[in-house]
């Protein structure tokens, strides 16, 4: 069977949806996951945007090992030397180096001539040859080019060294019949284009991001670029686990394969979400809270009676755990262990000893703990933001005819302030407190509540964005008591933005 290079780019085109940023140490754990996973390349940042990005993508290509780790630079030298020295450590680096050509963009953004471009791009992967033998070359908004143009510039790519040509959908502007035909004039069009992996990078502005995916797959390419959650600039990108599981759900159709693990789509699903604060709608194929459950009596009925009635894949395919009633109050370390690796957690001494800790608490504030709970309590551990701010205490007074008043105790440096704040209800206290302690000028833009397990000890997960300056970040929490999931949240998103700053610091300082 033909395989499909999975080109996974969570960590920089999905890092673009707004509000998503993810700092160095949440990288490195996603990126660490990739290679579980079993994704064949990781796009870990674009070198050039920041010196953020620039160590994020040099700590990958030092630290992660099992992937090819590939850095973004536009068709410049500057940016190619940039995203060079980054990947540089990696077993195996690429550069991906990109330039438009569509009229569109080349009248209002480039102000430059069709042979103007052509000329840069063939000069780019020249110039990006000279670094590294894996040289990807993507023709930004490819699908509103002109076909010929495209062909020309990417017969000229290929003869410059490129291995890989990429077609992006930028916008999300095709429609599968489309996509499919304009990747089987590529192919017989361009002389050369047996010497390099046709890829394919759809946005989902139309929702069609997958589809046209799947499309351009059929017709010939052999690699396609996808974010877990399908999170990515304004409406996202093509979903890894939709194109995966698609192709492993029909593979007689489809007639190829990847080399995706995939019992490791919904842990990586998780920490995706966990990491960057983006919610998964319920009705998410494959990884969203109701893909797997059946509602209706005759669904219900038919499936109990043969699974394959109603579902086309199994659960445990995509390692979504089974709300099984797994440990309680007196189950032991070594239960929770065990427990742990069947969900695929391998903690070490230390980690396990918090993560322990924590489940004890949970235990003491709820009856029964399942597999989710385990799951939140250790994916919110594994996913954690440096802490400028952590939470030490909180407690809150509220009722009818009360004024809602809470304490918060924060530790700040070496220091713990505590504060006393009043509110229209104890979240709005607790968070007037938090505001006044950290001396944040951000605002508040989203809040959301979800509980995790059914009941009404289950565990409560709050999601919030904060905004400062132009720039969102979303932050999240999870606990039994939903006044200190949202505490929680809060500090969380207030580190993030902390970070960010001290991080935008050291641009303007390295400048
Ligand atoms: O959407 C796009 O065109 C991109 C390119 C940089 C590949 O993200
Ligand atoms: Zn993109």
Redesign the pocket.
């Given at each position: 069977m033909r395989i499909i290079k999975i080109f996974d780019?969570t960590l920089r085109?999905g890092e673009q949806s707004p509000g998503a940023s993810m700092h160095v140490e949440e990288k490195l754990q996603v990126a660490h996951q990739l290679v579980k996973l079993g994704v064949d390349i990781i796009e870990a940042g674009f070198p050039i945007a920041s010196h953020g990005d620039f160590e994020a993508v040099n700590r990958i290509a030092r630290e992660v090992r099992g992937a090819t780790i590939a850095g973004l630079a536009r068709a410049r030298h500057a940016d190619i030397e940039r995203a060079a020295d980054a990947v540089k450590p990696a077993d195996s680096g690429r550069i991906h180096t990109f330039i438009a050509t569509s009229d569109i963009h080349l009248q209002y953004k480039l102000r430059m001539s069709r042979d103007q471009v052509y000329e840069a791009a063939v000069d780019a992967v020249k110039y990006a040859r000279k670094f590294t033998d894996d040289v990807e070359f993507s023709a930004e908004d490819a699908t509103r080019s002109d076909w010929d143009f495209l062909c020309r510039i990417t017969e000229g790519a290929i003869k410059a060294g490129a291995s890989t040509i990429n077609i992006?959908d930028?916008v999300g502007y095709t429609v599968p019949q489309e996509f499919e035909e304009l990747i089987a004039y590529l192919f017989n069009t361009v002389p050369n284009i047996d010497k390099a992996t046709i890829s394919v990078?759809c946005?989902n502005d139309l929702g069609l991001a997958v589809a046209n995916s799947l499309a351009a797959i059929l017709n010939g390419a052999g690699q396609v670029e996808c974010t877990v959650n399908g999170i990515?600039?304004r409406a996202g990108?093509a979903s890894l686990e939709e194109i995966v599981m698609a192709l492993k759900t029909r593979p007689k159709f489809f007639d190829v394969d990847t080399r995706i693990n995939t019992p490791e789509i919904y842990k990586t699903s998780r920490l995706v979400r966990k990491i960057t604060g983006i919610v998964v709608q319920p009705n998410k194929a494959i990884v969203g809270a109701n893909a797997f459950a059946h509602e209706s009596g005759i669904h219900q009925d038919g499936f109990l009676k043969e699974r394959s009635t109603y579902e086309i894949m199994e659960p445990e395919t995509v390692g979504v755990p089974q709300s099984t009633l797994v440990l309680g109050k007196h189950s032991g370390r070594h239960a929770f262990k065990a427990r742990l690796q069947v969900l695929g957690y391998q903690l070490s001494e230390e980690e396990l000893n918090t993560a322990f800790d924590k489940f004890k608490h949970l235990c003491d504030q709820k009856k029964y703990v399942f597999d989710e709970d385990i799951e939140t309590l250790v994916a919110e551990q594994v996913a954690r933001t440096p802490e400028v701010f952590s939470l030490v205490d909180l407690t809150a007074e509220s009722g009818m005819n009360r004024t809602p008043t809470a304490t918060v105790r924060l530790k700040v440096g070496d220091e713990i302030i505590s504060l006393t704040q009043v509110g229209d209800g104890p979240v709005d206290a607790a968070y007037k407190a938090i505001a006044a302690i950290t001396k944040t000028r951000s605002s508040l833009t989203r809040f959301e509540v979800k509980s995790i397990t059914g009941g009404t000890d289950a565990l409560g997960e709050v999601v919030v964005a904060v905004e400062e300056e132009g720039r969102t970040v979303r932050g999240s929490g999870s606990d039994t008591d939903i006044i200190i999931a949202a505490a929680k949240a809060y500090v969380n998103a207030l580190n993030k933005l902390a970070i960010r700053r001290r991080d935008t610091q050291q641009d303007i300082e390295s400048i």
């Amino acid at each position: 069977m033909r395989i499909i290079k999975i080109f996974d780019t969570t960590l920089r085109d999905g890092e673009q949806s707004p509000g998503a940023s993810m700092h160095v140490e949440e990288k490195l754990q996603v990126a660490h996951q990739l290679v579980k996973l079993g994704v064949d390349i990781i796009e870990a940042g674009f070198p050039i945007a920041s010196h953020g990005d620039f160590e994020a993508v040099n700590r990958i290509a030092r630290e992660v090992r099992g992937a090819t780790i590939a850095g973004l630079a536009r068709a410049r030298h500057a940016d190619i030397e940039r995203a060079a020295d980054a990947v540089k450590p990696a077993d195996s680096g690429r550069i991906h180096t990109f330039i438009a050509t569509s009229d569109i963009h080349l009248q209002y953004k480039l102000r430059m001539s069709r042979d103007q471009v052509y000329e840069a791009a063939v000069d780019a992967v020249k110039y990006a040859r000279k670094f590294t033998d894996d040289v990807e070359f993507s023709a930004e908004d490819a699908t509103r080019s002109d076909w010929d143009f495209l062909c020309r510039i990417t017969e000229g790519a290929i003869k410059a060294g490129a291995s890989t040509i990429n077609i992006p959908d930028t916008v999300g502007y095709t429609v599968p019949q489309e996509f499919e035909e304009l990747i089987a004039y590529l192919f017989n069009t361009v002389p050369n284009i047996d010497k390099a992996t046709i890829s394919v990078h759809c946005h989902n502005d139309l929702g069609l991001a997958v589809a046209n995916s799947l499309a351009a797959i059929l017709n010939g390419a052999g690699q396609v670029e996808c974010t877990v959650n399908g999170i990515g600039e304004r409406a996202g990108n093509a979903s890894l686990e939709e194109i995966v599981m698609a192709l492993k759900t029909r593979p007689k159709f489809f007639d190829v394969d990847t080399r995706i693990n995939t019992p490791e789509i919904y842990k990586t699903s998780r920490l995706v979400r966990k990491i960057t604060g983006i919610v998964v709608q319920p009705n998410k194929a494959i990884v969203g809270a109701n893909a797997f459950a059946h509602e209706s009596g005759i669904h219900q009925d038919g499936f109990l009676k043969e699974r394959s009635t109603y579902e086309i894949m199994e659960p445990e395919t995509v390692g979504v755990p089974q709300s099984t009633l797994v440990l309680g109050k007196h189950s032991g370390r070594h239960a929770f262990k065990a427990r742990l690796q069947v969900l695929g957690y391998q903690l070490s001494e230390e980690e396990l000893n918090t993560a322990f800790d924590k489940f004890k608490h949970l235990c003491d504030q709820k009856k029964y703990v399942f597999d989710e709970d385990i799951e939140t309590l250790v994916a919110e551990q594994v996913a954690r933001t440096p802490e400028v701010f952590s939470l030490v205490d909180l407690t809150a007074e509220s009722g009818m005819n009360r004024t809602p008043t809470a304490t918060v105790r924060l530790k700040v440096g070496d220091e713990i302030i505590s504060l006393t704040q009043v509110g229209d209800g104890p979240v709005d206290a607790a968070y007037k407190a938090i505001a006044a302690i950290t001396k944040t000028r951000s605002s508040l833009t989203r809040f959301e509540v979800k509980s995790i397990t059914g009941g009404t000890d289950a565990l409560g997960e709050v999601v919030v964005a904060v905004e400062e300056e132009g720039r969102t970040v979303r932050g999240s929490g999870s606990d039994t008591d939903i006044i200190i999931a949202a505490a929680k949240a809060y500090v969380n998103a207030l580190n993030k933005l902390a970070i960010r700053r001290r991080d935008t610091q050291q641009d303007i300082e390295s400048i």
